[in-house]
């Protein structure tokens, strides 16, 4: 299959997703995460996850219970290759600065890239809603949001609950690169 043959059929695919995610999976509702630009491999991984009924979400469930690998390929291709919209608010020096300390100190750069904007398996926290980043902070602590392998319920339970908001604050007004 030669390079980016999925796309076209991605976004046809992608039209399910808009009321959501929006047009190009850039959401304008806090409640749904934007996926544009996410890595390739955490959308379908996310996806998988969501059909085999291992991250559980209502909402997500019957959209995912009917596709088919070929389903999944093609719609992480066409929303990894979306640009993600800037930022809605800009940051504030203080939150920045200790925001960015917490993620420093407890290695989210390590695994999320030094502009924690996600690698393979690993989504891009960089310009995600506050709100939607704070809700799975919140459920990766309470064991709620399973994970792939463990390591972000595990990393969620150094922080307190004033770190965690502070860091969902700091992560979502940080831009793309
Ligand atoms: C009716 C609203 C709705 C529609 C339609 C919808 N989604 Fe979602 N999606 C959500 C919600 C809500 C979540 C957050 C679930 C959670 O909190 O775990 C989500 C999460 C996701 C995630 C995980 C993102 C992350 O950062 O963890 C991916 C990937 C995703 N959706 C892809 C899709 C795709 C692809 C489609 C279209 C085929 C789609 N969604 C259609 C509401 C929707
Ligand atoms: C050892 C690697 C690792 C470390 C360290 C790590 N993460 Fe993660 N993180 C992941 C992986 C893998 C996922 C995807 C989990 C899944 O969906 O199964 C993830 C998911 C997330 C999500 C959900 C985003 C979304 O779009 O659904 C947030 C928020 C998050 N991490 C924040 C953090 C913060 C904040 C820190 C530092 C306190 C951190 N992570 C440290 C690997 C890591």
Not at 115 to 124: A, M, N
């Given at each position: 299959?030669?390079?980016g043959?999925?796309?076209?059929e991605?976004r046809?695919?992608?039209?399910a997703c808009v009321?959501c995610?929006g047009?190009d999976?850039?959401?304008?509702?806090?409640a749904?995460?934007?996926?544009?630009?996410q890595p390739r491999?955490?959308?379908e991984?996310?996806l998988?996850?969501?059909?085999?009924?291992r991250?559980?979400?209502?909402?997500m469930?019957?959209?995912v219970?009917k596709m088919s690998?070929?389903d999944v390929?093609d719609?992480?291709?066409?929303?990894?290759?979306?640009?993600?919209?800037?930022?809605?608010r800009?940051?504030d020096?203080?939150?920045?600065?200790r925001?960015?300390?917490?993620?420093?100190?407890?290695?989210?750069?390590?695994c999320?890239?030094p502009?924690?904007?996600?690698?393979?398996?690993?989504?891009?926290l960089?310009?995600?809603?506050?709100?939607y980043l704070l809700a799975?902070?919140k459920?990766?602590?309470?064991?709620?949001r399973?994970d792939?392998?463990g390591?972000m319920t595990s990393?969620?339970?150094?922080?307190?609950?004033?770190?965690?908001d502070?860091?969902?604050d700091?992560?979502s007004?940080?831009s793309?690169p």
């Open positions: 299959m030669p390079a043959a999925g796309v076209e991605g046809q695919k992608a039209q009321a995610h047009p999976g850039n959401s304008q509702a806090p749904f995460p934007s996926i544009a630009g491999q955490f959308i991984m996310s998988i996850m969501f059909r085999e009924g991250r559980i979400n209502e909402v469930k019957p959209i219970d690998n070929a390929r719609l992480a291709q066409y929303f990894a290759g979306q640009t993600m919209a800037p930022p809605a800009k940051p020096a203080e939150v920045a600065a925001g960015r300390e917490i993620t420093e100190k407890n290695n989210c750069v390590q999320h890239g502009r924690l904007t996600g690698q393979q398996h690993i989504p891009r960089a310009g995600q809603h506050k709100e799975q902070l459920g990766f602590k309470a064991a709620k399973a792939f392998d390591t990393a969620a339970q150094a922080l307190s609950a004033d770190q965690l502070l860091v969902a700091y992560l007004t940080l793309p």
